[in-house]
């Protein structure tokens, strides 16, 4: 079955610019997590979805925001870009939410803010 | 606030077990401690997961002590494509509950399979 997609793959925006990332999950799955990957932080958690509804939000501040669809995909966005926001975005998608479910990730997007 | 630790690198070579530990306080009671894989330019990708003692699959055990406060991915007979970045990933507890709150990655350690 087909995988995690993520478009676009790559991106470059310019300071204050706003952008808006996709994902669509596999088929089935109703869970979808969002993640931020820098050299200097690691992998961070932004928030996770699971029908249509937000359950969960990590340390970003109000610029990042998402959603998520009917379907299950999911959009994620970020307003007023820094430079600082410059990083691999990355999503998952699993059956349901919680770790006891495998998390599918996506070949991410790579964002840059000039 | 959870909190992991895990070591920056590890150096091995080809045929040898390699044990990675990832240190983890205040996570959900009720939820798994999962491993990733990630090579350079790539999603990362599940390894195994636990709620206590030990797994095993066909790639890796999980060691998980009965406070779970920690959790060692064991690799066996490591090969130069194991070479790679290994997180652990823990949910955080809510104070008074014992849902999974946001997700945590550990800080990933770099394995490095030498010949």
């Known amino acids: 079955k087909a995988g995690v997609t993520q478009t676009p793959r790559y991106l470059i925006k310019t300071r204050g610019q706003q952008v808006t990332l996709s994902c669509s999950p596999i088929?089935?799955?109703?869970?979808v997590s969002w993640y931020q990957q820098t050299p200097g932080q690691g992998l961070q958690f932004l928030f996770e979805?699971?029908?249509?509804?937000?359950?969960n939000k990590g340390n970003f501040p109000g610029r990042f925001s998402g959603r998520q669809f009917s379907n299950s995909r999911s959009e994620m966005n970020v307003s007023t870009l820094e430079l600082g926001d410059s990083a691999l975005y990355l999503c998952?998608?699993?059956?349901?939410?919680?770790?006891?479910?495998?998390?599918?990730f996506g070949p991410g997007t790579r964002l840059t803010v000039t | 606030l959870a909190k992991t630790t895990q070591p920056i690198s590890m150096d091995s070579y080809e045929g040898q077990e390699v044990n990675i530990t990832c240190s983890h306080n205040?996570?959900?009671?009720?939820?798994?401690i999962t491993w990733y894989q990630q090579f350079p330019s790539q999603g990362p990708r599940f390894i195994i997961q636990?709620?206590?003692t030990k797994v095993t699959n066909e790639v890796a055990s999980l060691f998980i002590p009965a406070d779970r406060k920690s959790s060692t991915l064991s690799l066996p007979r490591v090969s130069l494509s194991d070479t790679a970045v290994y997180y652990c990933?823990?949910?955080?507890?809510?104070?008074?509950?014992?849902?999974?709150?946001?997700?945590?990655f550990g800080q990933g350690t770099t394995l490095q399979v030498k010949p």
């Open positions: 205040n996570i959900a009671t009720n939820d798994y």
């Open positions: 998952a998608s699993s059956l349901a939410p919680g770790l006891a479910y495998e998390q599918y």
């Open positions: 636990g709620y206590k």
């Open positions: 990933l823990v949910g955080e507890g809510h104070h008074g509950s014992s849902n999974t709150g946001k997700l945590i």
């Open positions: 088929s089935g799955h109703r869970s």
């Open positions: 979805y699971f029908s249509e509804t937000q359950r």
